[in-house]
């Protein structure tokens, strides 16, 4: 029965990481998908419509839409003159229970080995130099995504998209996919309720 236990447990880890992995990559491909779809409608549109354009389409996605130009200064930004779609929280000075189900996290990525993503660090001039996948999909016309972790952990995806030929520039997204860390610790929790309860069978029966 011990050794049952056992499996249950490195089953539900393994589970996990995953579930994980799969969700991360879900929200990649996602925003990779918007980013297309975005990129080929701004092409098909006028120049002066794209601001209000990309405001309402960054409300509906949660999403940070920009266009840098060929010059590399940013040309259009979704979050200007409109409310910003995400906050990147600051991990300190949280309550206990958050501090605690942040140590889990960590604990978890500790015992699967996982590659952490690099920090994201907002860029001190917002110019297209300040994203090596805008860049890239700029020269080479894209999709182009990187995964970053946000201030607290969660992932920062960003996906970029030339714009036609590059003439109007490229079209950068970002978003903090605050959801995918909310459905690992929700799982977890289901998980440890499982591990438990196999763990009382387990001290009954021995």
């Known amino acids: 029965v011990n050794i049952f236990a056992v499996a249950i447990l490195a089953g539900s880890i393994l589970y996990l990481d995953s579930f994980r992995s799969s969700l991360t990559q879900a929200r990649i491909d996602r925003a990779r998908s918007e980013t297309e779809m975005i990129a080929h409608m701004l092409r098909a549109i006028p120049e002066n419509t794209r601001p209000s354009i990309m405001v309402r389409l960054g409300q509906d996605s949660r999403a940070r839409l920009r266009i840098y130009g060929r010059d590399g200064n940013l040309a259009v930004d979704s979050w200007t003159g409109a409310r910003p779609t995400y906050t990147l929280r600051d ?3 949280e309550p206990w229970y958050r501090e605690v189900a942040r140590w889990l996290d960590n604990g978890f990525d500790a015992i699967v080995r996982a590659e952490r993503p690099p920090l994201y660090v907002p ?6 130099s ?3 996948e805008a ?4 020269r080479d016309g894209g999709p182009t995504e990187m995964l970053r972790r946000a201030p607290d952990g969660t992932p920062f995806i960003a996906a970029a998209r030339r714009i ?12 903090n ?3 995918v860390r909310h459905a690992v610790r929700s799982e977890r929790g ?4 499982i591990l438990a309860a196999t763990l ?4 009954l029966l021995s």
């Open 135 to 138: 860049v890239m999909a700029m």
């Open 190 to 193: 289901s998980l440890l309720l």
């Open 91 to 93: 991990a300190t000075g």
């Open 123 to 128: 860029p001190a001039v917002d110019r297209l």
């Open 164 to 175: 036609g030929d590059g003439q109007s520039g490229v079209l950068l997204l970002t978003i």
């Open 130 to 132: 300040a994203w090596p």
């Open 177 to 179: 996919a605050r959801d």
């Open 200 to 203: 009382i069978v387990s001290i």
